[in-house]
């Protein structure tokens, strides 16, 4: 049935880390952990999902600690487990992992300028190409709902991520990628159909 919704996806972005603060890329697992404003943006969002009685049957998060961190918070307040799932990891950042955007434009000039003309090749930096990474998140976000039909599930990942979702949900074009804009702590819903998929809300971030 075109109507019939297979599965329910809030994605969660993780709290705020030190990187995300100063504005630095990383792909890194291990580091950095959520800082204290990245703690209190996932307690907010734990909040608004207890107050507005949000259900859930299964909780997925990316390998980084800063995503497991925001994951376990969660998990505890569904009183549920969470599972790790490795392709779920953010974009690789090549040789701009730890970087600023200042110091990317100053070392790779034309480096953002490729991103968005040629979303089909690796960067300068040798990072995953805009069209590389959507179809790694696509593959494993239809795995995850073909496996929870009838299911409403929490991802809980990276901004870059939540980017990459929501472009081949929608089937935005790759060079569009950077231009959605997704907070640390913020919520993403997308409802997905046998022959489409809704994007409910975006980048929603409790008040």
């Known amino acids: 049935m075109y109507f019939h919704r297979k599965c329910k996806i809030t994605f969660v972005c993780h ?61 505890k307040l569904f009183k549920q487990e969470y599972e790790v799932i490795d392709e779920l990891k953010t974009r690789a950042c090549g040789k701009w992992n730890g970087l600023t955007y200042t110091q990317i434009m100053e070392k790779y000039p034309d480096g953002f300028t490729k991103i968005l003309t040629e979303p089909d090749k690796t960067t ?59 907070r640390t702590g913020s919520a993403t819903q997308i409802s997905y159909f046998d022959e489409w998929s809704s994007l409910v809300y975006s980048d929603y971030v409790p008040l």
């Open 15 to 75: 709290g705020a880390t030190i990187y995300s603060e100063e504005g630095r890329f990383s792909d890194a697992e291990n580091y950095p952990p959520l800082s204290e404003l990245g703690v209190e943006e996932i307690e907010a969002l734990t909040k608004y999902f207890k107050a507005r009685g949000v259900k859930n049957d299964v909780i997925y998060t990316s390998p980084s600690i800063r995503t497991v961190q925001s994951a376990m918070m969660i998990a």
């Open 124 to 182: 300068v930096a040798e990072a995953e190409s805009s069209v590389e990474f959507i179809s790694r998140v696509k593959k494993v976000i239809d795995e995850l709902v073909a496996k929870n039909i009838g299911n409403r599930i929490i991802i809980v990942t990276h901004p870059e991520v939540i980017q990459a979702a929501i472009c081949a949900a929608l089937e935005i074009p790759a060079d569009k990628l950077p231009k959605i804009f997704i």
